[in-house]
């Protein structure tokens, strides 16, 4: 087991990686001295594979608990679910002493994080990613939130959780495509941050691909450690931590404009960086070789490096962009690499350059 510490003072929590931690969970929340009184909140594709077992471990450190399941999916990340949620736990009475688990992917983690900022003004949660891009990626840093129809995370808050627990074992029941969608966040932070770790998945995709229970531990335990070493340095997006950033502007927009139906959140990033890399080439000289080598290993690692929009999708691309938090006075702030290990934030990018990178992507 690899244990990361993310360092904030009084807000400061440990992440744990490793095989069989769902059952230590009652345990570790005990040891944080937390409320009585909890809910598990899930989707209805995790609950069923391991809800009793989150709920059998709360119940035998001596915990009250209850289950609270949402429908899987992007489309549950919206303020009608906020709603609902608020509604159960008035019904379980819970207090400002109670606590949230979050069971399930990046949607239930913001979701029930979100619930857990805003009810009674902010209680106690706990983090449990099921899915490899909850693990390395929204578990991890304290951003929770829900999407609006004009675009994704629109509405969401700063709060840490007290405990992420990140269970090895559960990632065997991931569908192929949920596992690679999360190996997008993986390469992430070795274009934005660690060209080593870039060069290890370079070497060991296919290793990866068999989910080699060593290296995906390894993976894991780096990508929290960079996200851990970011946040610390800037806790709520004021400089560094926009780096995080990377591919992500038009990735969302992606997502937006096909009603989060069409893409999941890795593969819609992973076009977004791609175009984001023929971007950098332009605007800060990324070396084609390395434009190359980020295109090969999305498309090794299964994921889609190509797009092909209408001029009325491309219109409604920019027009998502526009709305998406990295806007500053109208202008759209990319993040962009001048080498594979290094990116600049705050790079203002003209419409006819995102055009041109999208049209380079249908031929990807």
Known sequence: MRKIQVPLGARSYDIFVGPKLLPSLGKRCAGLGLGKRCVVVTDDVVGPKYGTKALQSLKNAGFEVSLYTV?????SKNLKQ????????????LERGSFVVALGGGVVGDLAGFLAASYLRGIDFVQVPTTLLAQVDSSVGGKVGVNLKAGKNLVGAFYQPRLVLCDLDVL????????RAGMAEVVKYGIIFDARLFSLIEKEYSKILKQDAALMARLIARSCQIKSDVVVEDEKEGGLRAILNYGHTIGHGLEAITRYGTYLHGEAISIGQVAAAHLSA???????????????????LGLPVSVRLSAGQQRRLFQAMTLDKKVSNGVVKFVLADRIGSVRTGQS?????????LEQLVSE
């Open 71 to 75: 429908p899987s999916g992007e489309r």
């Open 349 to 357: 990018v003209d419409d006819s350059a995102i055009s041109s990178a």
């Open 82 to 93: 906020v709603h609902a949620g608020y509604d159960h736990f008035a019904q379980l009475r």
């Open 282 to 300: 332009q605007y800060l000289g990324l070396p084609d070789g390395h434009v190359e080598r980020i295109r090969n290993l999305f498309a090794a």
């Open 172 to 179: 065997k029941s991931l569908p192929a495509r949920e596992f």
